[in-house]
């Protein structure tokens, strides 16, 4: 298979997203961040070295194929090794030039991981991020008790800062993974692991679960959005407030169905509910997406999600038909006051 | 080369969706094709004598548990005992605290499974919570299957599950169902 | 080995208990008692473990008066009828302490059963009866009923039967059995809690409810089990339900309508939990503005437990109540990082408004459910040569407090029972050093977690006796293996996930007696118990000392050095509180409920034989068990000889 079938494609591929890479999320082709920097550049560092060897080698072989014959037919008995100046000069050079090159991108390899294990200053924010079948609860520390406070699949960083995540599973393997951002690591249960992050600019980067982990792992996603200083402590404040108690008839209603259907697992702080079993709840409506990352966070999705959850990830731990008819709209009425 | 790799790439893929596909609603432990009995024939039960050895009456009606003796269902019901703090009123080994050991064949309100099911569905006068809003039946279903798990129920002919106890086997049932317990 | 007491007068045999130490005092003599086979007893000297226990002493020529240790002494508010006793604690110090001195360590052992009554409910008895004049009143576990018993008739016949008929819902969220610890009388009315949230006062001539009122919501898993205290047209009562992630409270109600006066709540904002102005604690953690929120994480004080299930005090001069919270909820910690105020703290409060005046946390950031609710019982000590006006604690943690009542400060802070959750107590900082080994993780097994969820004591309260200066306490011997589950908030259900399994520490006693000297903060003297030692203590001016065994031993001991005088086997197991009293006949008479139930149910070994089933039975003993005669109520039919009536029977067994 010639390297030419191969070289195409790619070129056209990276030229594409390099122009266009806000469509493709998941492209881990660039990165924003030093926390995945490093990784990005050594790809793309070995990638190119990669090529360049490909192609030397290529031009070689195709120069050695195809080389003009009319000298040599005169002197068919002479061996074009013995020549003076000849093949071992290509073996010398050739070695040596590949075992500087592969010295160079091994040192850089190790470098890279070494520089991307840590984060260059000691994180000022300690995210919790508990993996479980298929969401992802965070939890957000403080050095003050009353800053701690819990949410679901949407992490908020400030820009600039590295950010520290101590991943826990509390039932099979799971795999933390924003590609934008940074490296995989796997979440284990039985086991914490620690790793960090850090935005360059603010900006919606989706991540994934990156290791399969039951029927709905393709549905596990999970966002990151990194915000500025300023905002993101206003997002900080905006978790930590409490609504105001629901007003309306139907919003009352509404909490009511809720608190006798969903709070068994689910918690809204502020209100009775504060269960563990499923995603907490509290300022619903701050979230852009629902279930993981799966579905936009619309009021039409939301119904739908609550009513039927089993056709839009067969599987999840959320059960069917809890509520529905006028319960259903009163507490989708009501979660929508959720700020 | 990529052409050969294609094909056998999609099949392997097509081979792993369709393993994944065949979890129905619920959790991987799917309700079985019989499917669940109805909320009204629950309610329908008479409450059961005692000991557990319950009338005819009442075992003429009942049902056994759709999910028989499914091992993930049960663990899925074990999961659900300590996450609903079942284990908070009845132990974490369900030998009892506050609420009543559920490892005996002493069932106040009736130890056949659809008699548990209506006992945490409903609730009970002494203090044990209604959970018919919070979970569906094929969940409470799912925590009967952990509760026969732990030997002290009653099958719904009327034999305790258990069947090294054989002096607590079922004498005859009378016909009379207001026969005093025995 | 076993030293046995015989009384030659019931032909009996009493197991005594081993005792472990004794007073090293020149001037203490041991008191001859007839019968007494003292000389043979085996007297073993503690293992090392910090505390100190003297070693043994020979026996020499008897006392001729009884020491006061720690130059102790009692305001004994409001100062009842020596012969009466109309509160749980006797006074609003808590002493439960007896003026009486009829039954003493001479004549002690021949107390004799002179009547008993059964009350007609199994469930864990925990509360004491009161005598008022010549009525005794008795209180049930659920269902909750009251009974007046005419002293005066022999047999004491019951006058009146109140049936409140509680809601059995309360059964299913009643964390420790279905119990109450006590009535309150006052102005004519017993005032006492219900099960199920209601506070109701009963007219205590005619039974005749009076008022009631509902203090607080099933529907939350809250329920009441604590004894009310009367001060004045003031009665407090507090919530159960640190278990269930309550929000705990006090509150204070008129005693003539039972409408509520002040409610502090123990979480929550510095106007939920009336702190203003006045209040001033001593030691730095406590200081700031609405701790009852930020030492919590976002909102989960709202489910923070905190309730005030335990006992309270009153001090007349300075017009402030004692008590102490539960734990904070959830029981996993890890859960709720931060100090969790106002959990597991001692307040003290203006008995009128209610506002707080200081407050100490035992245990900041309780992560073994040790809560402090115990008893506070209020006294005058002399401390390093100054005379302090303190409380003395024993709490859950296994430290006994001895501290200012006027200012919270700790004066001595002493371990009295095994524990290796501290590693020691910084006097400076003010509170015990924490082992990082046993601080429990979610999903981490630990093993031998000293003392267990139940603590070094629990709320069964300790009696001080003036005469001797010491405080006599049962407490507990118990270590726990603890896994902690992490846990969501479902109303009604246990916020709790602590699953553990408990044992009994080194030494392998679940239980033991003690003698212990707040002034100084060493135990004088200690008699090891088998099982669990959860009555209460009673202490009287005959220098004797009450108390029970959880599997059904009443036993008499020396208040002076912890000689056991006497013992009884009661039918069942014994966790009330026992009392002392004059009857009509101007007979003292000692009496103590007995039916084990309660947190004694732990049963730490299930191996072990002799745990005995429940009951419901109030037994009343007198010297020889005398009491007032025993004649038939109708005149027998006479026969030709005109035979005479039968005379009256000496109390028989």
């Given amino acids: 298979m010639s390297a030419r079938c191969t070289l195409v494609p790619s070129v056209a591929l990276l030229a594409r997203s390099a122009t266009t890479y806000a469509d493709t999320p998941m492209s881990y082709l660039h990165t924003y961040g030093p926390a995945g920097d490093p990784i990005t550049r050594l790809g793309w560092g070995l990638g190119t070295i990669s090529i360049a060897v490909i192609s030397v080698i290529a031009v070689l072989l195709l120069g050695g194929l195809f080389r003009h014959r009319t000298e040599r037919a005169s002197d068919d008995a002479q061996l074009a090794v013995g020549r003076e100046g000849g093949g071992m000069a290509w073996i010398y050079v050739g070695v040596g030039v590949s075992t500087v090159v592969l010295i160079i991108c091994m040192g850089w390899t190790l470098v890279t991981t070494a520089i991307v294990l840590h984060p260059p200053s000691t994180p000022a924010l300690t995210v919790q991020v508990v993996a479980t079948q298929w969401w992802w609860r965070l939890r957000y520390t403080s050095a003050n008790p009353s800053r701690t406070f819990t949410t679901a699949n949407e992490i908020h960083i400030p820009v600039g800062q590295p950010v520290r995540f101590e991943l826990a599973s509390v039932d099979v393997i799971h795999s933390f993974w924003v590609p934008q951002l940074s490296g995989k690591m796997d979440v284990i249960p039985g086991q914490t692991n620690v790793t960090w992050l850090e935005a360059d600019k603010p900006g919606v980067y989706r991540g994934q679960c990156a290791v399969f982990c039951g029927a709905e792992h393709a549905r596990m996603a999970l966002e990151v959005i990194a915000d500025t200083p300023v905002d993101f402590r206003a997002w900080q404040d905006d978790q930590l407030r409490e609504d105001p108690p629901p007003g309306s008839v139907t919003v009352r209603a509404g909490q009511r169905v809720f608190q006798a259907h969903c709070a068994a697992c689910h918690a809204i702080r502020g209100s009775d509910a504060a269960g563990i079993v499923g995603p907490d709840l509290s300022h619903l409506m701050s979230r852009r997406t629902l279930a993981a990352g799966s579905l936009p966070n619309t009021p039409g999705n939301l119904a739908g999600w609550i009513a039927d959850p089993q056709s839009l990830k067969p599987g999840a731990q959320m059960p069917d038909h809890l509520v529905s008819g006028p319960d259903l709209t009163a507490v989708v009425e009501y979660l929508n006051t959720l700020q | ?182 | 080995m076993r030293n046995l007491v015989r009384s030659p007068a019931a032909g009996a045999l009493a197991p005594s208990p081993r005792i472990e130490g004794r007073v090293h005092d020149p001037v203490h003599r041991h008191t001859p008692r007839r019968g007494a086979a003292i000389a043979g007893a085996l007297f073993l000297g503690l293992p090392a473990c910090g505390y100190s226990l003297q070693a043994a002493d020979a026996p020499a020529a008897p006392p001729v008066s009884t020491n006061n240790l720690s130059g102790a002494t009692l305001n004994s508010s409001p100062n009842d009828p020596a012969g009466e006793w109309h509160s749980q604690a006797r006074d609003f110090a808590n002493s439960r302490y007896s003026p009486l001195d009829q039954i003493n360590t001479g004549n002690v052992g021949k107390l004799r059963i002179a009547w008993t009554f059964s009350d007609g409910t199994l469930h864990g008895h925990e509360a004491a009866p009161l005598v008022v004049s010549d009525t005794m009143y008795v209180v049930t576990p659920f269902p909750d009923m009251a009974y007046a018993l005419d002293l005066s008739k022999p047999g004491a016949s019951i006058r009146w039967t109140f049936k409140p008929n509680p809601s059995p819902m309360a059964l299913g969220k009643a964390c420790c059995d279905a119990v109450t610890r006590g009535i309150a009388y006052a102005d004519g009315k017993l005032i006492y809690n219900l099960l199920d949230d209601h506070t109701v006062a009963v007219d205590a001539k005619t039974g005749k409810e009076v008022w009631r009122v509902m203090m607080d919501n099933l529907e939350t898993g809250a329920t009441m089990t604590m004894a009310p205290l009367v001060v004045g047209n003031k009665v407090f009562v507090g919530n159960s339900g640190g278990e269930m992630g309550v929000q705990g409270w006090i509150a204070a109600l008129d005693v003539d309508t039972g409408k509520q006066l002040w409610r502090a709540y123990s979480t929550g904002s510095d106007k939920r939990v009336l702190i203003g102005a006045e209040f001033k604690p001593f030691y730095s953690w406590m200081k700031g503005n609405d701790l009852g929120i930020s030492t919590w994480p976002d909102g989960m004080w709202k489910h923070g437990g905190a309730s005030v299930w335990g006992w309270i005090s009153y001090d007349p001069g300075t017009n402030l109540i004692y008590y102490g919270t539960s734990n904070p909820s959830p029981r996993v910690p890890a859960q709720r990082p931060g100090y969790n105020l106002w959990a597991s703290t001692i307040f003290a409060r203006d008995a009128d408004t209610g506002m707080a005046r200081w407050a100490y946390q035992t245990t900041p950031h309780d992560e073994w459910d040790y809560d402090a609710v115990n008893e506070d019982i209020l006294m005058d000590l002399r401390i390093n040569g100054e005379m302090r006006k303190v409380l003395v604690h024993f709490d859950r943690n296994a430290y006994a407090y001895t501290i200012d009542r006027t200012t919270g400060e700790v004066l001595i802070a002493a371990p009295f029972a095994y524990l290796n959750w501290s590693t020691g107590f910084d006097a400076k900082i003010g509170r015990p050093i924490v082992n990082q080994d046993k601080e429990p993780r979610p999903g981490v097994k630990l093993d031998n977690i000293c003392p267990p969820d139940i603590g070094g004591k629990d709320w069964q309260p300790a009696a001080m006796s003036p005469r001797t200066g010491l405080v006599y306490a049962g407490i507990f011997n118990i270590c726990m293996d603890l896994t902690d589950h992490e846990v969501g908030y479902i109303a009604s259900t246990p916020y709790d996930g602590m699953e553990m399994q408990r044992h009994a520490a080194p030494g392998g006693n679940l239980g033991e007696f003690m003698a212990w000297n707040p002034a100084t903060g060493k135990k004088m003297w200690a008699i090891k118990e088998r099982f669990m030692t959860m009555s209460g203590a009673l202490a009287t001016a005959g220098d004797v000392v009450f108390y029970g065994t959880a599997d059904g031993w009443f036993r008499a001991v020396d208040a002076r050095n912890g000689s056991v005088l006497w013992s009884q086997k009661l039918a069942s197991g014994v966790i009330g509180q026992p009392i002392t009293y004059l009857g009509p006949d101007h007979r003292q008479y000692i009496a103590i409920y007995s039916g084990v139930g309660g947190a004694a149910t732990v049963r730490a070994d299930t191996s072990m034989s002799g745990f005995p089933a429940q009951g419901g039975t109030l037994y009343v003993f007198s010297i020889n068990g005398d009491s007032i005669g025993a004649e038939p109520a109708l005149p027998s039919v006479s026969n030709d000889a005109g035979a005479p009536a039968p005379t009256a029977n000496r109390g028989q067994q």
């Fill in chain 2, 1 to 182: 080369m990529s052409r050969r790799i294609l094909p056998s790439g999609i099949v392997a893929l097509s081979v792993m969706l369709c393993a994944c596909s065949h979890s129905e609603g619920g959790s991987a432990s799917g309700p079985p094709a019989t499917g669940l009995p109805s909320g009204g024939e629950i309610s329908a039960l008479p409450m059961g004598h005692i000991a557990g050895l319950t009338d005819s009456a009442a075992l003429a009606r009942s049902i056994p548990n759709p999910y028989g003796d499914n091992p993930q269902a049960i663990a899925s019901g074990k999961a659900l005992y300590i996450k609903m703090n079942c284990a908070g009123c009845h132990g974490y080994d369900a030998k009892g605290n506050m609420g009543p050991d559920l490892t005996d064949t002493y069932w106040r309100y009736g130890g056949l499974p659809a008699q548990i099911f209506q006992s945490i569905r409903d609730g009970r006068a002494q203090g044990m919570p209604a959970w018919g809003a919070a979970l569906p039946p094929q969940e409470i279903w799912k925590l009967v299957a952990y509760i026969q798990s732990l030997g002290g129920t009653y099958s719904v002919d009327g034999t305790p599950r258990n069947a090294q106890r054989p002096e607590l086997v079922a004498p005859e049932l009378s016909s009379h169902a207001d026969d005093a317990p025995r």
